[in-house]
């Protein structure tokens, strides 16, 4: 066995609490929510220092370019990257890891860690990672507990067999329970008594451990997941886990499945700065406030306010908050929230309404993000659809056509090389083309720079779904957008 940590990074989720910003079609992890980074960038950086292996990530296919674009971006190479078929929860992801590990390393040191938390000071969370290790190499389940600060409803909390000491070097400690999301007064009480501590969700131990765990209180979880990684496909750089097998496996959480029924469970308290960005009211207390309490991002200007947050994400739309108290405003081009501070809990609701409704910003943002990079519809009307198209350096489109629509592309910025039926040429900046309806073609960015063009659809059908793949780099079928 080899005392490298190998970090497990989680990103499947799709939570909703921070609509519209985060949607199902792009969550939250992979949104630059503070600073230039993602939180799931900021999350692989602070997991890839000395000591620590490349990172194993779990998402869901529809992430999976996504995952590898924001990670080649930072400059960290992924272990591995296990697609999930479907959404299971933490106890199906975290047990494929660790059989995958397992598989790859031998018995190792896994280290689990959602992709969406904020940890400002990488060295202290390493210092915790690495005090808790020896207990971990014992055999110990170890889950990392957060000092709390405030009598937060949103979060588990984890009761210590004793008070909590303020030493930073803090041993893991026997864990007596878990605490279920409390009430306001349960909450008073807990902070109070200096014997609880938040339920981070991050996890330390061996992969003997915890598969053991698994085949003691859930065999059935490990039997299927085995089968979905000694099944799985090579997917270009991915590691598609089998979709029979995982489909059959228990929907249910790590804590449920494994944590609750454990008798080796030790936590090791971390007393740095942490946030899950659970909210609308996390952003507000993580970010950067004015003497009134005001936080304004992006294209945002507040005007006697107080303890508010404003957020404008589009270039082309002012944010203005005038005499606001306690509120939480966020424009973005296609939807717009504005919610009490103490409401921002209840997002998910608001977003249950729009699912009723049918529309489509429950669920998507404006850009749509592809393989190749990402577009957006910027006009669109009866038989026609114009689009802002951006290609990464590299990229390339599937060779495709259409069976309703024509196209005309005008390139705004770099080179692309488009390909129509036999005819393969160079477009720069101030050309376009024009491609028939059904003629087979392509577009690519053959140069180092970004490549934007202005796309011009007309035609009876405009649904992403019109189109017939003869040759992808990405190798995605029929049907498939992009």
């Known amino acids: 066995m080899n005392h490298i940590i190998h970090p497990v990074i989680l990103c499947g989720g799709s939570g909703t609490r921070l609509w519209p910003l985060s949607r199902k079609s792009h969550p939250k992890q992979f949104a630059k929510l503070m600073g230039e980074e993602s939180l799931f960038q900021s999350t692989a950086r602070r997991l890839s220092v000395t000591g620590f292996g490349a990172p194993f990530v779990v998402t869901g296919s529809d992430f999976r370019f996504m995952v590898v674009e924001q990670l080649s971006a930072i400059g960290v190479a992924p272990r591995d990257v296990l697609i999930e078929p479907s959404s299971r929860n933490t106890a199906a992801a975290i047990c494929a890891a660790a059989v995958a590990l397992e598989a790859k390393e031998g018995d190792s040191l896994m280290l689990v860690a959602p992709s969406d938390h904020v940890i400002p000071n990488t060295d202290d969370f390493k210092a915790t990672v690495q005090a808790a290790m020896p207990t971990a190499i014992e ?38 329970s878990f605490v279920e ?100 009211q996390a952003i507000w207390r993580e970010g950067d406030a004015d003497e009134d309490g005001v936080v304004a991002i992006g294209h945002s200007t507040a005007i006697n306010c107080r303890n508010t947050l404003l957020h404008s ?14 509120i939480i405003a966020v424009a973005m081009s296609d939807a717009v929230l504005v919610a ?82 036999a005819e393969v040429k160079l477009v720069t ?22 490549l934007t063009l202005i796309e011009v659809q007309t035609g009876s059908y405009l649904g992403e779904d019109d189109i017939i793949r003869y040759e992808d780099i990405y190798s995605r079928g029929q049907g498939a957008k992009g």
């Open 429 to 450: 900046e101030n050309q376009s083309v024009y491609i028939p309806l059904g003629a087979v073609h392509r577009l690519e960015n053959p140069g180092k720079l970004q």
């Open 313 to 326: 994400t589009s270039e082309n739309q002012e944010l203005i908050g005038l005499g606001l108290d306690e």
């Open 139 to 176: 055999g110990q389940i170890v889950t990392f507990g957060i000092r709390p600060d405030r009598a937060e409803t949103g979060y588990g909390w984890l009761e210590c067999t004793s008070k909590i000491t303020d030493t930073l070097d803090s041993a893991p400690l026997p864990l007596a």
């Open 340 to 421: 009490h501070k103490d409401r921002s809990q209840d997002v998910k609701i608001a977003v249950k309404k729009l699912k009723e409704k049918d529309a489509s910003q429950a669920e998507t943002v404006p850009k749509d993000f592809r393989p190749w990079g990402w577009y957006e519809s910027i006009g669109l009307g009866p038989r026609f659809q114009v689009k802002r198209v951006v290609v990464n350096p590299g990229a390339a489109l599937s060779l495709q056509s259409h069976n309703h629509r024509s196209e005309h592309w005008i390139v705004v910025e770099g080179t692309a090389l488009v390909t129509i039926e």
């Open 181 to 280: 999301k409390p009430s306001k007064e349960a909450a008073d009480v807990l902070l109070a008594g200096g014997m609880h501590l938040w339920n981070a969700g991050i996890f330390l131990f061996l992969t003997s451990t915890v598969i053991q765990a698994f085949e003691r209180d859930v065999p059935e979880t490990l039997s299927l997941a085995r089968n979905a990684f000694e099944n799985a496909k090579a997917d270009l750089t991915f590691t598609r886990l089998a979709a029979e097998p995982w489909s059959c496996i228990e929907d249910i959480s790590f804590d449920y499945a494994v944590m609750e029924r454990a008798p080796n469970v030790s936590v090791i308290p971390y007393f740095g700065k942490w946030s899950d960005l659970g909210d609308w």
